[in-house]
Each structure stands twice: as structure tokens, then as C-alpha cells.
């Protein structure tokens, strides 16, 4: 098993950095960008298909490669499969799953115990101060700053019960919608971006990496993930490098890889059972399926499904 220290951060930002240039960005802030402007709260329940997102995505980069509504919604339903087992939002869902990250929740697996859910129940007090999750605030802070999967103090079985209530609030789903684009689909858009990647499906695996390996600077993250790949075969379109194909199938290697072997302890249980995720995506990619067109026929983790 891969530990931290077997792959020091200063080498993991130093590839990152190098990466960044060879691709002409920078490496910039990665703080969470300021909560977007409310917006019409969705009207779908806590089992919607997967369209609320992509109708609000106003982090969607204006480039000529960024996904159209169409392939943005198969792309959230794809990570709706992965995440909970169907092409339909879970707002609602709550449980913790044993992975070391305390209650996971949400269309996104919002948890505890790194300030993920803290910021969305923040964000929803903001808008709806009085609702059955602000109260869980105090504790989510202390979680949040410990690092802990404890959830004895919240009590786990209250937040629980009282997330999957919140999550037929349109005004809760609104918000899960925009902590995913600012926090989620917009950075993996961005690294996209610099990368020159053009194809509606490298682009979408990199928005489920962002959604399941996070945007810091942890060895397991998205951006170390992108140094990797980039290290390894070169920058994709490059003049001699490698090409997009090329640089996505490397990309899924150094993922699977990471699952298997994360530098999180913690997370290598839940996460080696995950890496069919990344095979469903390199299964597209066989069929020669590059801008997810539709209907869309998958299989993950042995269940078929059909993405309009």
C-alpha cells in the first residue's frame, strides 16, 4: 500500500507545477470560489433525473470544447450511477458507507469529516435559515477541522434522517447543484481547459475525478492525478506528446492505480471496490463513444443502464 510519505508533496507540487506550464496555466488558488448568485430553485425531487444541474451549470467554461447540455447531463447521470447506483439525482441520500469520511450525502457524496457537507448545510442556511440541518453546523466545523469520521456527536442517525428530509427542499437541491459546479465541475473544467482536452468524455472523467478524488493538493487528488498522467506520457496534443486518446487511456491507468493504492489509508477499502467506475468510462472509449452522444448504453459495476 502507498503511503504519503513514499511520494513526497514537495515532488507532487512540483509536478503539478510542471504540468501547469506545459499546458500554459498556473497553478492559482485552489480556495472555493465565492457561493454563486441564487438561482430558480429546481423543481425536481429527491429522485430526478439528472437535468437541474446542467440547465444551472453557470461555472460551464464559454471554450468551444466545454460539454453541451446534452453530454453535461450524461455525464451527471453517469456519476449519478456511480455515486448511487442510477442515472437519478439523490438529493436525499445519507448513510456512511465505512470509507473513513464519516456520513457521505447527496448527489455528490457530501462528508463530514473534511467541511464537504458543512459547506453545502452553510450555504443552505444561507438561504433557508431555519431548516433541519443548521443546527448540525457546530458540529460539522469541529469534524471539519479535526479531520474526523466520529460521528457519534452529530448524532449520526439524526443527520442522517434529517438530510434525507432536507432533500426534497428545492431550495437544498438547488444548493447541492451549485456546490457541484463551483466546487466540482468547474475545476475539473478549468484543468480541461489546460490541458486542451476536446472530447466530451476525457472531460467528463476528469469532473468524476473531481467528484470523488477531490481538487487540493493531496497526493490522491484530481490535480496530482493530471501531474502523473502528464509526467507519464507528456501533454496531450503536443507537438511529439501524447494524444488526447492517449493521454485519457494513461489518465485511467494512473487512476485505477490510485484507487487501488490510495495514499489515504482510509479510503482503500471503499475506493478499491470503486475502480469499475473508471472502466465503465474506458468501455466508452472503446466503443469510440467520445462526445457521449445519445442514447447512451452502459454497464457499471454490473448493471446496464441507457442515458438519453
Same mark, same amino acid.
Given at each position: 500500500?502507498?503511503?504519503?510519505?513514499?511520494?513526497?508533496?514537495?515532488?507532487?507540487?512540483?509536478?503539478?507545477?510542471?504540468?501547469?506550464?506545459?499546458?500554459?496555466?498556473?497553478?492559482?488558488?485552489?480556495?472555493?470560489?465565492?457561493?454563486?448568485? +441564487?438561482? =430558480?430553485? #429546481?423543481?425536481?425531487? %429527491?429522485?430526478? &433525473?439528472?437535468? !437541474?444541474?446542467? *440547465?444551472?451549470?453557470? $461555472?460551464?467554461?464559454?471554450?468551444?470544447?466545454?460539454?453541451?447540455?446534452?453530454?453535461?447531463?450524461?455525464?451527471?447521470?453517469?456519476?449519478?450511477?456511480?455515486?448511487?447506483?442510477?442515472?437519478?439525482?439523490?438529493?436525499?441520500?445519507?448513510?456512511?458507507?465505512?470509507?473513513?469520511?464519516?456520513?457521505?450525502?447527496?448527489?455528490?457524496?457530501?462528508?463530514?469529516?473534511?467541511?464537504?457537507?458543512?459547506?453545502?448545510?452553510?450555504?443552505?442556511?444561507?438561504?433557508?435559515?431555519?431548516?433541519?440541518?443548521?443546527?448540525?453546523?457546530?458540529?460539522?466545523?469541529?469534524? +471539519?477541522? =479535526?479531520? #474526523?469520521?466520529?460521528? %457519534?456527536?452529530? &448524532?449520526?442517525? !439524526?443527520?442522517? *434522517?434529517?438530510?434525507? $428530509?432536507?432533500?426534497?427542499?428545492?431550495?437544498?437541491?438547488?444548493?447541492?447543484?451549485?456546490?457541484?459546479?463551483?466546487?466540482?465541475?468547474?475545476?475539473?473544467?478549468?484543468?480541461?481547459?489546460?490541458?486542451?482536452?476536446?472530447?466530451?468524455?476525457?472531460?467528463?472523467?476528469?469532473?468524476?475525478?473531481?467528484?470523488?478524488?477531490?481538487?487540493?493538493?493531496?497526493?490522491?487528488?484530481?490535480?496530482?492525478?493530471?501531474?502523473?498522467?502528464?509526467?507519464?506520457?507528456?501533454?496531450?496534443?503536443?507537438?511529439?506528446?501524447?494524444?488526447?486518446?492517449?493521454?485519457?487511456? +494513461?489518465?485511467?491507468?494512473?487512476?485505477?492505480?490510485?484507487?487501488?493504492?490510495?495514499?489515504?489509508?482510509?479510503?482503500?477499502?471503499?475506493?478499491?471496490?470503486?475502480?469499475?467506475?473508471?472502466?465503465?468510462?474506458?468501455?466508452?472509449?472503446?466503443?469510440?463513444?467520445?462526445?457521449?452522444?445519445?442514447?447512451?448504453?452502459?454497464?457499471?459495476?454490473?448493471?446496464?443502464?441507457?442515458?438519453?
Amino acid at each position: 500500500m502507498r503511503v504519503p510519505s513514499a511520494v513526497p508533496m514537495v515532488l507532487v507540487a512540483a509536478l503539478i507545477a510542471a504540468t501547469l506550464t506545459a499546458c500554459g496555466g498556473s497553478s492559482g488558488d485552489s480556495a472555493d470560489p465565492a457561493p454563486a448568485p +441564487a438561482t =430558480a430553485s #429546481s423543481t425536481a425531487s %429527491s429522485s430526478a &433525473p439528472a437535468t !437541474s444541474a446542467s *440547465a444551472s451549470a453557470s $461555472a460551464t467554461p464559454s471554450a468551444a470544447s466545454a460539454l453541451t447540455t446534452d453530454q453535461r447531463r450524461r455525464a451527471d447521470q453517469l456519476i449519478s450511477v456511480f455515486e448511487n447506483s442510477t442515472p437519478d439525482i439523490q438529493y436525499a441520500y445519507a448513510e456512511n458507507i465505512g470509507d473513513g469520511r464519516g456520513v457521505t450525502a447527496g448527489r455528490a457524496g457530501f462528508t463530514t469529516n473534511d467541511g464537504d457537507a458543512l459547506k453545502v448545510i452553510q450555504a443552505y442556511a444561507a438561504r433557508v435559515p431555519q431548516n433541519k440541518l443548521a443546527h448540525y453546523i457546530p458540529e460539522l466545523q469541529r469534524l +471539519a477541522d =479535526a479531520g #474526523s469520521s466520529d460521528t %457519534s456527536g452529530l &448524532p449520526e442517525a !439524526s443527520y442522517v *434522517a434529517d438530510w434525507k $428530509a432536507a432533500g426534497t427542499d428545492p431550495a437544498f437541491q438547488q444548493v447541492q447543484d451549485d456546490q457541484v459546479n463551483q466546487r466540482y465541475f468547474a475545476p475539473a473544467a478549468s484543468a480541461a481547459d489546460q490541458l486542451g482536452l476536446t472530447t466530451a468524455l476525457a472531460r467528463a472523467e476528469l469532473y468524476d475525478a473531481s467528484i470523488q478524488h477531490g481538487n487540493g493538493t493531496e497526493y490522491d487528488a484530481l490535480p496530482s492525478l493530471i501531474a502523473r498522467t502528464t509526467a507519464k506520457v507528456g501533454a496531450p496534443g503536443k507537438a511529439g506528446r501524447a494524444t488526447e486518446q492517449a493521454w485519457l487511456n +494513461a489518465f485511467f491507468d494512473v487512476r485505477i492505480d490510485d484507487l487501488r493504492h490510495p495514499a489515504n489509508a482510509a479510503t482503500q477499502n471503499e475506493w478499491s471496490q470503486s475502480v469499475d467506475r473508471v472502466e465503465c468510462l474506458r468501455r466508452i472509449a472503446a466503443s469510440g463513444n467520445y462526445q457521449l452522444s445519445g442514447p447512451l448504453k452502459v454497464t457499471a459495476f454490473g448493471t446496464d443502464y441507457t442515458l438519453k
